[in-house]
């Protein structure tokens, strides 16, 4: 009788812990900063960006050069900056929205429900950050750069 009861205990433990362990794996974690600069086309980016500073730094000297007051000049200045700023933004806000649309269709095909950033894990969760880079490669039709393939080691 003793046996029996401690293995309907038993049983009942199992099945209470089960479900309690499962829901502790459904969190993930990513080093966001890492896969920011890992994007593959995070130089491209960056390039064309340097590349649209160069061109808004002429059109400012251009322009500079018809103003006449040290005001009119720094209000040309302000208005190319927030130009620039604006520019910058839209740069990584489309960089950003990519890597959240790969970091859901990972952790989708992983069962993982939940992802913070690395920096806010203390302890647990699974690491969806080389995933995610084979993930953004791919879908570019590409294979992960080997300088970056060791990062993640």
């Known amino acids: 009788m003793r046996r029996q009861t401690l293995g309907i205990m038993l049983v009942l433990l199992i099945a209470l812990l089960v479900p309690a362990m499962a829901s502790a794996s459904t969190i993930g974690y990513v080093d966001f900063e890492f896969l920011f600069y890992s994007h593959p086309e995070y130089d491209a980016k960056n390039a064309d960006l340097q590349l649209a500073a160069e061109e808004l730094y002429v059109e400012i000297e251009e322009e500079a050069a018809k103003l006449s007051t040290q005001e009119e000049i720094d209000e040309l200045i302000a208005g190319y900056e ?3 700023e604006q ?5 990584r806000l489309d960089l950003v929205t990519f ?4 970091i859901e269709t990972v ?3 992983h069962n993982i429900e939940t992802v913070l ?3 806010s894990v203390i302890y647990g969760g699974v690491n969806l950050t080389a995933p995610v880079i084979e993930a953004m490669y791919g879908s570019y039709g590409i294979s992960v750069p080997s300088a970056i393939r060791e990062l993640l080691q």
Request: proline content about 6%.
């Open 82 to 84: 927030w130009k620039f």
């Open 87 to 91: 520019i910058e933004q839209q740069v």
């Open 99 to 102: 890597i959240l649309e790969i």
């Open 107 to 109: 952790a989708a095909a």
């Open 117 to 119: 950033p690395e920096s």
